[in-house]
């Protein structure tokens, strides 16, 4: 299972103390908590991607790029790429050419954003979200997998011979998961690729979670990718732990008051009790997502939210520590005790996972 | 839905003190509907009322995070799964109060279609009963319910007067709104609202003289 932490990008005024970073701060915090994430042996880092303030990461595969620079093992992903108001093509080099440089290390989550305006900025409709959704993949889909393509379509002008370069790595197009809260038609669309399906999970009750993986796991089965208990799962998770319970809720009560999307609406105790946001001791975190797999199945990845609402870099890195150190080496073992055989992993690169597989066989990494 | 399953009446009442005129106009409005749903079918009749006031903050929190609180889903579904509303509110500010509309924004927009909907309001004088006209119905149009032609308005006059010589009284129009929301769940074609009897009618259309003059006392 993969475990790791996915960021929105905000650049939010600390409460605590109204200091706000300006976007090079926080685009250099972004970089020192992918490296931390490695540091700490987490699998994955994954950015969102804005197009309008408060919010920094409009050029995603920039980012990744020099993070798979300084990195050897963190997998490289997004949370989420928009597939509706990006053109297909791009979205196919840019990520063929991340993949290279990064060996593989390298997926991706599909996504229609959250932020209505962004479609006529750049010339969509946002009442063709679905439909875009589903066209654009579908050519993202043939431009990987087939060298010279003649593509058709409503949203954008034809293609005739056209091959995007680069090729992707050895001919492996990058593994894509599709992120969505709340719309069956894309826990579909992943079902019918054999891709993953991945829940954001953090702002709404998990019975919803359910009912959406529930869906998706059943469509994976009937389009013929596996049984439903092999389809490939990822939630997310929201959390702030400090050794005692109470330190924990004292430090985070301020950040999540104030916090964007539910800040200013429900208190701390009835967020935390209605959806997966856990706010305790590295225990409480540990039992709170164990507890996901009840309600999900068994899933690949897990990937948490850890910087945002304005929490300083510092807070940020130690959170980091005590997820790395505390917390992910008990879910792994724990997660891995409960799996049954025949649950695969997420799929990587074949060389990520040739890598993986040298490295489990090195005593010194046991 | 086997013939055996309750019938379900569900009021909503936006109003916002205790006592509230609007939620015994909402209270009114159900036991009209429920006494005529009794005489004219053998099913079973529930009647719940969903007082807005006690889900007032669950109401901001899911209009903030996108999700419904416990006790608000409950009220959601229970106002989706009736087989007839009656919609209450105050007037506030020439129109249908925020806590009333702020509810409606949380119902999906196709869980009302074809649903008979019972308007109805309250305001301390009766020039602003027209808001039933100009900004529920319309409202509820959108939503694609089927709004009953009787809404009614209650001025705080209305709860301790008669009808007079041109209008009916409060009590005849709850009557006939909660006749029409009962022949509305039950299918029946014929309004139960009573038309005027005319000519074609025979004798029916005749008033006997005695009641007419007895109807013209004040009583």
Do not use: C
Not at chain 1, 59 to 80: F, N
Not at chain 1, 206 to 228: I, S
Not at chain 2, 50 to 66: C, F, Q, S, W
Not at chain 2, 158 to 184: C, F, K
């Amino acid at each position: 299972m993969q475990f790791g932490i996915f960021t929105v990008g905000d650049v939010t005024t600390d409460p605590t103390t109204g200091t706000t970073p300006s976007e090079n701060e926080r685009i250099k915090a972004t970089l020192a908590i992918a490296l931390k994430a490695e540091e700490v042996g987490l699998d994955v880092f994954a950015t969102g991607e804005h197009h309008n303030p408060p919010f920094v990461p409009s050029s995603p595969t920039t980012t990744l790029g020099y993070i798979a620079a300084r990195t050897e093992k963190l997998i490289l992903s997004t949370s989420t790429t928009l597939i509706t108001t990006n053109d297909p093509v791009k979205i196919a080099e840019d990520y063929a050419t991340l993949q290279h440089l990064a060996d593989g290390r390298v997926d991706l989550m599909m996504g229609r954003g959250n932020t209505g305006p962004v479609y006529p900025w750049f010339g969509k409709d946002i009442r063709q979200g679905i439909p875009l959704a589903i066209e654009n993949y579908a050519l993202l889909h043939k431009l990987w997998r087939e060298d010279v393509v003649d593509w058709e379509g409503k949203f954008r002008t034809p293609l005739q011979s056209f091959t995007a370069t680069p090729r992707p790595l050895d001919g492996v197009p990058p593994f894509v998961w599709h992120g969505s809260i709340r719309s069956p038609e894309i826990a579909e669309q992943a079902a019918f690729y054999g891709d993953g399906f991945f829940h954001n999970n953090i702002f709404w009750p998990m019975e919803h979670t359910r009912k959406m993986v529930a869906l998706y796991r059943k469509r994976y089965a009937h389009y013929g990718h596996g049984t439903a208990e092999q389809a490939i799962v990822g939630l997310g998770g929201q959390v702030f732990m400090r050794k005692n319970s109470q330190d924990a809720v004292r430090e985070f009560r301020p950040y999540f008051d104030n916090a964007p999307v539910y800040g200013h609406g429900p208190s701390l105790e009835d967020f935390t009790q209605q959806t997966p946001l856990t706010v305790g001791s590295p225990q409480e975190v540990i039992e709170r997502t164990l507890s996901f797999r009840e309600d999900v199945g068994d899933y690949q990845r897990q990937l948490f939210l850890m910087d945002h609402a304005g929490l300083p870099l510092k807070t940020v890195l130690e959170q980091l520590d005590i997820l790395g150190e505390e917390v992910v080496p008990v879910l792994r073992k724990e997660f891995a005790r409960l799996r049954p055989a025949g649950v695969p992993d997420a799929p990587v690169h074949p060389a990520v996972a040739a890598a993986r597989a040298a490295a489990t066989a090195d005593p010194k990494e046991l | 839905m086997t013939a055996t399953a309750p019938l379900k009446i569900v009021a909503v009442a936006a109003g916002l003190s205790s006592p509230s005129s609007t939620r015994l106009l909402a209270d009114r409005l159900a036991e009209a509907a429920r006494e005529q749903l009794a005489d004219g079918q053998d099913r079973r009749v529930e009647v719940q009322v969903v007082e807005l006031r006690d889900l007032a903050v669950d109401i901001a929190n899911h209009l903030v995070t996108g999700f419904p609180p416990a006790g608000l889903k409950k009220a959601l579904d229970a106002v989706t799964g009736a087989d007839g509303l009656i919609a209450v509110t105050p007037v506030f500010t020439a129109s249908y109060s925020g806590l009333f509309k702020s509810f409606f924004d949380l119902v999906d927009n196709t869980a009302l279609t074809g649903k008979p909907v019972v308007i109805a309001a309250t305001g301390g004088t009766p020039r602003h009963s027209l808001v039933l006209e100009h900004a529920l119905r319309p409202l509820f149009a959108y939503l694609r319910a089927v709004v009953l032609p009787t809404s009614v308005y209650a001025a705080s006059e209305d709860w301790g007067s008669h009808g007079d010589e041109y209008t009916e009284g409060l009590p005849a129009r709850i009557r006939r709104a909660g006749g029409e929301l009962a022949s509305a769940v039950t299918g029946r074609t014929v309004s139960g609202a009573s038309r005027n009897l005319t000519l074609d009618d025979g004798e029916d259309a005749v008033v006997p003289f005695a009641q007419q003059l007895a109807d013209l006392r004040v009583g």
